[in-house]
């Protein structure tokens, strides 16, 4: 009965709503429409359907059953209480600001090195900037993997040179101690995200007026003097930038962790992305791992949206300027 | 529909005792499909097989990928079924296998390793073997706990592997020493044969399930039990792994070696002793100049009985439609019957040992570097025999506690007390 009553009054609706796409005003919108529905469908069903996903699952209690059976009870909070309760889940909160804090510091610091290096000229300066873009262009796999060799205690590479150059006496045990494993991590995620900072940083610094330069020249100031008053502000719009999305990517990052320590030795580099992982896909207990990731993405939301409100001041800046 | 399904095939396992007895075997009710299938056990072959299957399993390496095709197209010629095989890495076979759970398209025949198949089995995703004509004579007691979910059958291996004390033969003859069978001459002997170069003994203590498997011929062979992972032995266990790194009888990079990277140390002769299975023999018989010899995993105190966890994959089938089930049954039926489990087994990509007791026994008298292996079987106990489904959760506290201890972080008591209370809190 309900139903019937619904259908009196969706039918009329739809009628009207026939009628009014014929309409010429009407076909200009339903081409704008058109226009838009392809990205609106793309976004439906690949973002916002996951997303919701994901959010319903963090409330249930799914677990393999779940997935033969279709039933996965409703728990309200629970899987973020018993989330919130695990020490390993805080070990996991302050190992993810470690690792980003580091990260981004690290590959900020020497991308922006090399990029003012590279911002002078000298010969060869175009073939060592595309060398410079490897770590970028390399799988992760693969790379994670060669780390994963290089930093190996006993055999590897990292500690055979430390140890005939007489810097230590024996090799660091880089992924095998609990105190290491977080730098040796943090390190390698750093070699991963410098080609980056290199890139958006020497973009930027090519787009400071050299007429700035030249007048500033012409004042007499010096090198310290010309960074910190004109390179630096004038930098500053595309740094904040850098830092943001350096942030959201590094809060997420997952394929290094994994291929170097698993999380390990004893939740040493167990971060939010591989502990999410862990309780899904090891422990089967797939409502905790999504409320996790919940978790994880209210974070890089919160990053996202100071990104956007930072990118869209950033190019009011760049506007205004010219 | 999958509900009601579920509900009426439990109805009907239930009655069929009742039915085989009251059934003269010429009536076949025709209402329930499940009906028809159980009558088989008496009727022969008047159920409708379907012509060809769908499989999944995890055998993606070179070698293993080959012999496995080799035993099912063998199979598919016997029975004139065809196999469709699919390989996938094992780390991803299970969230594989579950979303296939989720969208109703499951493999006809699935093979995933022993401790898995419980998850399974109690979510009612299984088909019981009782259903088929698939004869579970002559197999190892061993070998049919690895399938059973409680007290029935749901999944039969073909193969079945463990863990042995693997020795470098040149090491211990220029030391005049003979390869230990107590705790304590494992690490004498670790500690004997240890140079700058070359390790004393190698285990696996990664984050991942390898260390559990590493860890429990410890665990078990003290008495521990699976059901109380802070108990005195468990404890006692685990403080002799933390002592063998202490001594350095064992190096710290123990939490990082996985299994490749502990049989390429023993390969190259960078490690005297190593804890591994029976897939690397391979790999050592192709290393130049290793001379090697394997044993039981040395047990706490002389005469103690060495008890390992029974590694292996086993097949199961997941309910599907009745003439695909029918089919895979006797795929099933065919890769276990001993013809082909034996050719199967003697691959040397495979080298494992035989589910079935008979062809053991003529592989420890034919190959002697596997009389460790068939040995250890006799006395081998299921990962998820005792827990069941928990087992996944164990197995995350246990390698967390594992790698703990040996780091130093905790004391093993402390790191087996916090195990026990996440596993008690979960369950």
């Known amino acids: 009965m309900a139903a019937s009553a619904a259908v009196q009054f969706v039918r009329p609706l739809t009628r009207r709503m026939v009628r009014n796409l014929l309409l010429p005003r009407r076909r200009e919108s339903l081409a704008k429409a058109s226009f838009l529905a392809p990205v609106v469908i793309y976004l439906l069903v690949f973002f916002a359907y996951p997303f919701y996903v994901n959010i319903r699952t963090g409330f249930e209690n799914y677990t393999t059953s779940s997935f033969i059976n279709g039933v996965a009870p409703f728990v309200g909070l629970g899987n973020y209480r018993e989330v919130l309760a695990q020490p390993v889940f805080w070990q996991a909160v302050r190992n993810t600001a470690i690792l980003t804090g580091g990260s981004i510091l690290g590959a900020f610091t020497i991308g922006f090195g090399f990029a003012l290096y590279w911002n002078r000229d000298f010969q060869l300066n175009s073939t060592l900037r595309a060398l410079l873009l490897v770590p970028w262009l390399l799988p992760l796999v693969v790379s994670g993997t060669i780390f994963r060799w290089m930093l190996a205690q006993n055999v590897g590479v990292v500690n055979q040179v430390l140890t005939g150059l007489h810097i230590v006496s024996s090799g660091i045990p880089w992924l095998d101690s609990a105190r290491d494993a977080l730098l040796a991590v943090t390190l390698v995620n750093i070699w991963v995200g410098i080609p980056f900072n290199f890139v958006v940083m020497y973009g930027g610094l090519r787009s400071v007026p050299q007429e700035l330069y030249e007048a500033a020249a012409i004042d007499g100031a010096g090198t310290v003097r010309v960074f910190r008053s004109i390179t630096w502000p004038l930098l500053r719009p595309v740094t904040l930038v850098v830092v943001l999305l350096g942030l959201i990517y590094t809060i997420k990052v997952f394929d290094v962790i994994i291929l170097l320590t698993g999380g390990g030795p004893a939740n040493a580099t167990q971060t939010l992305t591989t502990l999410s992982y862990t309780d899904s896909f090891d422990n089967f207990n797939f409502g905790q791992g999504a409320a996790i990731s919940n978790l994880l993405i209210v974070v890089a939301l919160v990053f996202a949206i100071a990104y956007l409100k930072m990118s869209r001041r950033s190019l009011q800046y760049a506007v205004g300027r010219a | ?427």
């Open chain 2, 1 to 427: 529909m999958r509900l009601k399904r579920l509900r009426k095939r439990s109805t009907v396992v239930l009655a069929v005792p009742m039915l085989v007895a009251a059934l003269t075997a010429t009536n076949v009710p025709a209402s329930g499909a499940a009906i028809v299938r159980t009558t088989s056990h008496t009727d022969g072959d008047t159920q409708s097989v379907a012509s060809s299957i769908t499989e999944v399993d995890y055998r993606t390496g070179q070698g293993e990928s080959a012999a496995e095709s080799t035993a099912l197209n063998g199979c598919a010629k016997t029975t004139g079924i065809a196999v469709n095989r699919t390989a996938i890495p094992p780390s991803q076979e299970i969230p594989k296998l579950l979303l296939d759970e989720s969208s109703r398209t499951m493999p006809d025949l699935v093979m995933v390793d022993n401790p898995n198949m419980p998850q399974f089995a109690q979510a009612g995703a299984l088909v019981p073997l009782s259903t088929f004509h698939v004869s579970t004579n002559g197999f190892s007691a061993g070998s049919l706990s690895i399938g059973e979910y409680h007290g029935t059958l749901y999944a039969l291996p073909t193969v079945l592997d463990n863990l042995v004390l693997f020795y470098n033969k040149t090491m211990f003859a220029a030391k005049g020493l003979q390869p230990p069978t107590t705790w304590a001459q494992l690490k004498s002997d670790a500690l004997a044969l240890k140079t700058k170069t070359v390790q004393g003994f190698v285990f696996g203590a990664t984050a991942d399930g390898d260390s559990p498997w590493q860890f429990l011929p410890f665990f078990w062979s003290n008495g521990a039990q699976l059901n109380k992972l802070n108990s005195r032995a468990a404890v006692g266990a685990l403080q002799y792994w933390v002592n063998l790194v202490k001594s350095g009888a064992s190096p710290s990079s123990v939490v990082s070696d996985e299994d490749t990277d502990i049989a390429n140390l023993f390969a190259a002769g960078d490690a005297a002793m190593v804890e591994t299975g029976g897939w690397n023999m391979g790999v050592f018989n192709a290393a130049k100049g290793l001379s090697w010899g394997d044993v039981p995993i040395p047990v706490p105190k002389a005469g103690d009985k060495v008890i390992v966890p029974l590694g292996g994959e086993v097949w199961m089938i997941p309910q599907t439609s009745p003439a695909k089930e029918a089919a895979a049954a006797k795929i099933l039926a065919c890769i276990t019957s001993p013809g082909p489990m034996w050719k199967f087994a003697i691959n040397p990509a495979i080298s494992d040992v035989p589910a079935r007791t008979a062809l053991a026994n003529r592989l420890a008298k034919s190959n002697p570097a596997q009389k460790a292996f068939v040995k250890s079987i006799l006395t081998a106990q299921s990962r998820a025999g005792l827990v069941g489904a928990q087992w996944p959760l164990i197995q995350t506290e246990l390698w967390t506690a594992i790698q703990q201890a040996v780091t130093g972080s905790t004391s093993a008591q402390d790191a087996l007390n916090s195990a026990q209370q996440q596993v008690s809190t979960a369950g």
